[in-house]
């Protein structure tokens, strides 16, 4: 079977890699993997105008950063390259003589403004201009012309050339395309135009290309957005054409806004404040820059669980997934027809969901890195463990972590809660902190019973827990919230504490 499941992502460079992009290049990676086949990354280059080197190389990085690593590519060829279409031009130029040969396609020398000017005459009498069966006989085409001055016009290569869609609309040319996802769609090719398959730079256009390079390159199945499903009569003809089997089509659903209404776009992230991208993307035309999904401290392999889920659930309640896992239970049947809303508070649901898995030494590493010796030099490494244990569990982004140590070792007077103490702190309150403060100083004292103790005080007193407890965390974090503080009183140590409600409450006092 690996010999025959092969799959494609094809992405054109002409701009950065969206997430909606992303999205299909990995249905294809899940698929190729569950089905033992491979995945082939195709660089669609031949629009010469907008091709942006900087874009492929950011599809390409994008891709490395997710871990969706493609079995051939430019960068790892194998032997159905090359993966650039536009180093293939050779290959197009060989089929599309066969079509014009054997009567499936035709020299078309109309110019740009000739057509442009049919278009508005037809819409000054309400119509809609399509170049096809019905009109190409008046047109200026190998149809129409005679031998002597078609040879002529074919020699000054000013051409295109076009896919004869049908012969005649004389009678009815139903035909029907199948979708893996949407079924079987019937087509009406008399009302469909005959398209360019052949540009007058001697280039093949998206279409002709998208199928010769799939017939040669051995692909089975072609997942891609909804986008091209317009273009699949076309596809499914030239298959014809060439008396080709086909693959299997999945054209999948788009991505829409935070509101649903529409496609996201990169307009979407700039409003929203949301990265669209998977990693940042310089835009040297608009000269703006557009922060990625790497650059906000996302996981990789987190984002992907998050974007496989619009548009594709298990079946069950089931969210969190390993690449292995998704691999695995993958399936074409619960993938939905309709888009799905990019909700970007999901994304860092999914995120949370994957710090918390990250190992305890890659967090000791971060911390050992990035902050100051002098804050770690009262805590060991077993009390370091414990202080990641307690954050992890709270943060979104691994990077957070280094935040909140730094929020709970830098203890500074000068960032006491001051909207806290002018509005909360009472006579009643200081007293129940005078009282925990004596109790701390007992070294034995555990933990657990710390905590009943202070509660019996806060009861006695008439104070609110809450209250209660934010003014204890204030004299010992300078915040008002944050984690566990009896845990935080273990892990920074009862002298340390003392010593942090001491200068609390002169600074209070006074």
């Known amino acids: 079977m690996s010999n025959k499941v092969r799959l494609r992502f094809a992405p054109s460079p002409t701009g950065p890699l969206h997430i909606g992009g992303l999205r299909t290049a990995l249905y294809n990676y899940l698929v190729a993997k569950k089905l033992k086949g491979k995945l082939i990354l195709r660089i669609e280059d031949t629009d010469y105008s907008r091709f942006d080197k900087n874009a492929e190389k950011h599809i390409i990085d994008s891709l490395k950063w997710c871990g969706i690593i493609p079995d051939e590519s430019p960068n790892n060829p194998g032997k159905y390259g090359p993966y650039n279409q536009s180093g293939r031009k050779n290959i197009y130029k060989n089929y599309v003589d066969e079509l014009v040969k054997k009567g499936f396609a035709y020299y078309a020398f109309d110019k740009k403004s000739e057509l442009e000017e049919l278009r508005k005459k037809s819409e000054q009498k309400g119509k809609n201009f399509i170049y096809n069966w019905k009109n190409r006989e008046e047109l200026k085409n190998s149809i129409s012309l005679k031998k002597e001055e078609l040879k002529t016009l074919i020699n000054n290569g000013d051409y295109v050339i076009r896919f004869k869609t049908v012969k005649s609309g004389n009678e009815k040319n139903y035909y029907h395309i199948k979708d893996q996802l949407r079924g079987t769609i019937k087509i009406d090719l008399n009302i469909l135009d005959d398209k360019i398959i052949f540009k007058s730079d001697g280039m093949p256009t998206y279409h002709f290309a998208n199928v010769i390079d799939d017939y040669s390159m051995k692909i089975s199945h072609v997942i891609r957005g909804e986008e091209w499903l317009p273009s699949l009569p076309l596809h499914f003809l030239l298959y014809d054409a060439f008396e080709w089997e086909k693959p299997s089509f999945t054209h999948l659903p788009l991505i829409l806004k935070p509101s649903g209404g529409g496609k996201l776009s990169k307009r979407d992230g700039q409003k929203f404040g949301i990265p669209i991208y998977p990693i940042e993307w310089l835009d040297l035309k608009e000269n703006d820059n557009y922060l990625g999904f790497k650059e906000m401290g996302f996981e990789p392999h987190a984002l992907l669980n998050f974007i496989c889920m619009i548009g594709w659930n298990p079946g069950d309640e089931r969210e969190i997934f390993s690449i292995k896992k998704l691999i695995e239970v993958f399936s074409f049947q619960k993938i939905n027809k309709s888009g799905g809303k990019y909700d970007f508070e999901k994304a860092k649901w999914f995120n949370q969901n994957y710090v ?118 204030l004299c010992i974090t300078s915040k008002t919230y944050g984690p566990d503080l009896f845990e935080i009183i273990n892990i920074l140590g009862k002298r340390e504490c003392l010593k942090r409600i001491d200068k609390s409450l002169k600074i209070i006092n006074d």
């Open 356 to 473: 918390k898995k990250i190992s305890n030494t890659v967090f000791l590493d971060l911390i050992n890195k990035n902050i100051n010796d002098n804050l770690l030099k009262f805590i060991n490494r077993k009390k370091k463990i414990l202080l990641i244990e307690l954050l992890k569990k709270r943060i979104t982004f691994k990077n957070d972590i280094i935040s909140e140590i730094n929020n709970i070792l830098n203890f500074q007077t000068q960032d006491l809660d001051k909207t806290f103490i002018e509005n909360k702190w009472n006579t009643k309150i200081s007293h129940a902190v005078n009282s925990i403060k004596e109790k701390i100083k007992n070294s034995t004292i555990t933990n657990e019973r710390l905590k009943k103790y202070y509660f019996r005080v806060l009861k006695n007193q008439k104070i609110k827990i809450g209250e209660g407890m934010q003014a204890l965390r």
